[in-house]
């Protein structure tokens, strides 16, 4: 088992800050950070026994600081199954923010659209998951420190501060979507016949992140929400390649909208 608490105090013990909410920034996400007050930036590299980052559009750091008057932390990078990092390690951030007192998560990433109705630039909430990696971050003796054998997870996200973001974002101009988010391992690419397959099963978008966070999260009582930003249509949706810097590109075009969602769920 890892010494979360370890972990935790030594990320409290570099700054005065003392983070109410934490962020995962997904890909091409992270210049949310430019936008905090009085921000430290640790990177992973300084943490003994902390998993590394190695994917473009994904620094490798923890930022603390203000946003919205809110004190925060920020993963400017997040660890993915297709890295090769062991599934444990991908979630170990989710419990070193459950040590560090983090009651609100919120969860980030862009994702290829599946439903038809979306477009690229839209931002999806996420109201439920399917886990189509078949792994688990749970599997392995259960720590009971953090929480239950068994979670339920009929509940994936809180729909209550959901509904207030929702609100106060159409009150701004900005028209939330909602979605089920497949997760799968990656790193290639859907293929067309995957994406139909994925479509038929309910998913309204695909990405290679999020569920493993979801479920940590939920097995330590850590509430949270959770926004894809679409990036491109999936695979065979039109007569296109992917690419991963089309990826990045959407995510900064949609920059001020998708920092004003963040900002409206730390305010409501
Ligand atoms: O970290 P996220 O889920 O935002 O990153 C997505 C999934 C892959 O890592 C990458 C593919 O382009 O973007
Ligand atoms: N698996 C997957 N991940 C993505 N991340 C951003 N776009 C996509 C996509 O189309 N498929």
């Known amino acids: 088992m890892k010494d979360y608490k370890k972990l935790a105090k030594h990320l409290l013990e570099r700054t005065n800050v003392k983070p109410e909410f934490a962020l995962i920034l997904g890909s091409g996400l992270g210049y949310l950070t430019k936008y905090f007050e009085d921000s430290h930036a640790i990177s992973y590299s300084e943490l003994e026994g902390f998993p590394q980052s190695t994917v473009e559009g994904h620094a490798g750091r923890f930022v603390l600081g203000k ?43 862009a994702a290829g659209g599946i439903n038809r109705s979306f477009e690229p630039g839209d931002i999806v909430a996420i109201t439920d998951i399917i886990n189509f990696a078949f792994r688990n971050p749970l599997i392995g003796p259960n720590d009971e420190r953090y929480g239950v054998r068994f979670p339920d997870m009929s509940k994936t996200i809180d729909f209550d501060w959901l509904e207030k973001v929702e609100k106060t974002a159409e009150s701004r101009g900005i028209k939330l979507k909602r979605g089920t988010y497949v997760w799968v391992t990656g790193p290639s ?35 949270l929400i959770a926004f894809s930003c679409i990036t491109n249509m999936a695979s065979g949706i039109l007569d296109k390649k992917l690419v991963h810097e089309e990826v990045v590109q959407t995510a900064q075009r949609v920059k001020s909208a998708f920092s004003k969602v963040v900002g409206i769920a730390l305010e409501v």
């Open 67 to 109: 946003f919205h008057g809110k004190n925060v932390i920020a993963m400017d990078g997040r660890f993915h199954y297709y890295e090769g990092h062991e599934i444990k390690d991908v979630v170990t951030p989710i419990y070193v923010f459950k040590e560090m007192g983090i009651s609100r998560l919120i969860i980030t990433n």
């Open 189 to 223: 690419y859907e293929t067309p016949a995957e994406i139909k397959a994925y479509e038929f099963s309910g998913a309204d978008m695909v990405g290679m992140s999020t569920v493993p966070e979801i479920i940590a999260a939920r097995h330590c009582g850590i509430n």
